[in-house]
Structure formats: C-alpha cells, structure tokens
C-alpha cells in the first residue's frame, strides 16, 4: 500500500504545480491580450500612412535658389539639314541660397545641353548652354532640356525652335528603280 499511495501523491503534487503554472500563464496571456487591445485603440485614433510612403518636410521656396532667365524659348529660325546651332541661355539666382543644377535633360539625341557644374550664389549669373544638330532632322523643331534644381518648383523647362529645311536633291531620290 505504501508503494501505491506514493504515486498518487506524485500525480496529485504534479496536478498542483501544472493548475499553479497554468493560472500563472493565463494571467500572463490575459495581460498581454488587454495591452494588444491597448495598442489598437491608440493607432485607430491616429490616421494610417502607408508603409512605403516616405515623410517629407515642407520647404519654404525663400530659402531656395530662384531661376531669373533672360529668356526661356530661343527661335534660331529657318536653318539648313545638317547645320548645328548654338545658344546660350544665361540666369540669375534670384533666391536667398546657392543654386544647384543636379541634372540637365534633352528631349532628344540631337540636343546636347551643358551647364554651370558649380553652385550659383544669390545674385549670380550662370548658363544652361544646347546645341542642337540639324542633321537627319527637317520641318518645324522644337526640342527641349529640361533642368533639376534646388527650386520651386523643381524642374524649369526651356525651349529651341526652327525649321530645318531639307537638301532638294537628297529629297528628289525615291530609292532603288526597278526595270
């Protein structure tokens, strides 16, 4: 009998300690849910962003750089296949910070642009220079670079324009004649 009572008191000591840790668990648990539902009343109250939306700070235009061109369009007028044409657009920074051209962009391959790699302080000037190659080109032409800056608005577009007229007798020929 001795040997049979000694299990029970085993089992029974094992109930205690696993009905011990499970109440200790349960309020663990119980703990846990009502801080979830903690966290879930706060961010229902507050507006959902996006996860890949990225954050960005509002930018006073006065603190920025400011474009003053001369002129914006340039008309080099009627021209012949195959001539290049040259102009330079020149600015001032009008704006309170140190203008900075991060990238010049032609419309096409027939436009090349080049401009002032180092920053243009307030008051000074500075170029956006395109030329423009006439060749395999005819009719009316209008490409155009477009600029990213430090500016507000960021991108400032200029503008070339013209006729190229063809060569006659490079138009005259149809191709290969058959006989």
Known sequence: MKYLCLPAMFIAGSLFISSCEKSSNNDKIAE??????QLEESQASQPK??????????IDPSTLGKF???EMQYDFGAIDQGKVVEHTFTFTNDGNSPLIISNVQASCGCTTPDWSKKPVKPGEDGHVKVRFNSAHKSGAQSPTVTITANTSPSITKLKLKGTVNTNNTASNIAGPVKK
Do not use: H
Request: proline letters at 5%; hydrophobic letters at 35%; a positive charge.
């Open 68 to 70: 003053k061109f001369e």
């Open 49 to 58: 962003q996006p996860s890949n939306v990225q954050s960005v700070a509002k």
């Open 32 to 37: 846990l849910e009502q801080k979830i539902a």
